[in-house]
């Protein structure tokens, strides 16, 4: 019972705090690419992010429509 009270509460924590950091990240580092356009390492970083912004949008419509 104690495992699957940790595993929700772990899975909540995780939908609430990860797609945050990404978008503080990307939008942070989008703001320093575009104020000096070198790719290394603000482009780096904010293309990063918004990759994983996108990967946990497409995780939670897959969960939401396999539920």
């Keep these: 019972m104690l495992f699957v009270i940790h595993h ?24 320093r690419f575009l104020s000096s356009w070198k790719v290394m390492p603000a482009g780096l970083i904010a293309g990063a992010s918004l990759l994983m912004i996108l990967r946990l949008g497409v995780g939670f419509l897959q969960t939401k429509k396999n539920a």
């Excluded at 929700?8 to 950091?21: D, I, M, R, Y």
């Design 8 to 31: 929700a509460f772990k899975l909540a924590f995780t939908f609430s705090v990860q797609p945050g950091t990404y978008g503080t990240m990307s939008a942070v580092m989008g703001v």
